[in-house]
């Protein structure tokens, strides 16, 4: 058997899946199209929860019929929220929270995340996370918000404290400025 070195969403989700247990409180930060809520449901398991945040009421709903589909959403609490509104719903802490920064796939590509929202929104996730606890975050260049958040985000967490966060990068070097990269960032005890 080998390896093979796939893209920023397939790394996020391993360091996930490794991270996840039964009976987690986990964050999905961006619901999207519910994708990612699906894969948290199913590990946090039958006694877990997923709290979940889109600002789209379509990405809420899509979400919310494909947990329903796969007999998750008792799981689930979605919220028509942006995520900077994290630390009002969530009584922490979690395990993981998971972003994925951009635009709904499918969607309007006028709605993105931008960086102030999702600033806050990192802040206080880290604060949230439980020892060993991570975050991960897959950013998407390309378009202008996507440029800026990459570039913030990189600014903002080569700041944190080792002592505080281990924190990775990953993008691939040959695969054009805008591959999707991607960010985890584990809380040390």
Known sequence: MSYELRSARF?????????IQPGDTVVD??????HDTCMLARLVGEQGRVIGFDIQPDAVASARERLAREGLLER????????EHMPEIVPGPVRTVTFNLGWLPGGDKSITTHWETTHQAIEAALRLLEPMGVCTICAYP???????ERVELIRYLSGLR????NVLHQRFLNAGSGAPECFVIQ???
């Open 11 to 19: 790394l996020a989700a391993e360091v996930l899946e490794r991270t």
């Open 29 to 34: 930060a961006t619901l999207g199209n519910g």
């Open 76 to 83: 689930c609490e979605l919220h028509v929220l942006g995520h």
């Open 142 to 148: 390309g378009h202008a918000a996507g440029d800026e």
């Open 162 to 165: 080792p002592q505080e966060y």
């Open 187 to 189: 809380k040390q005890r």
